[in-house]
């Protein structure tokens, strides 16, 4: 299971921290990323991290914006969001990913909304 939360409505410069929690598989073994959904468009990949944390990956559109980290006893991986801007307005996802922007499994659990107002 994939249940992401931590999302909300925040103001255009706003920060949100969104968590994914993983269960059913081993956690650790696994790359993960964070994917987005905005109303009539198709999911997009926006981060990506390696099962030590050592390496990451971003979307061009979020670069210097966001940040992907993940803590392996938790089995949580999370993305800090800073200087959000309208465009980042959609639902939320983590998946395993193929390194470093293909989803693994055609899975998605349970997403989290972010609405960033203008």
């Known amino acids: 299971q994939l249940q992401a939360s931590g999302g909300g409505l925040v103001q255009a410069g706003g920060s949100l921290r969104l968590s994914c929690v993983v269960s059913g598989r081993t956690f650790s073994s696994y790359n993960m990323g964070w994917f987005r959904q905005a109303p009539g468009k198709e999911r997009e990949f926006v981060a990506a991290?390696?099962?030590?944390?050592?390496?990451?990956y971003y979307a061009d559109s979020v670069k210097g914006r966001f940040a992907i980290s993940r803590d392996n006893a938790k089995n949580t991986v999370y993305l800090q969001m800073n200087s959000l801007k309208p465009e980042d307005t959609a639902v939320y996802y983590c998946?395993?990913?193929?390194?470093?922007?293909?989803?693994?499994?055609?899975?998605w659990g349970q997403g989290t909304q972010v609405t960033v107002s203008s």
């Open positions: 991290i390696n099962r030590s944390s050592t390496s990451t």
């Open positions: 998946a395993p990913v193929m390194w470093p922007d293909r989803v693994l499994y055609d899975y």
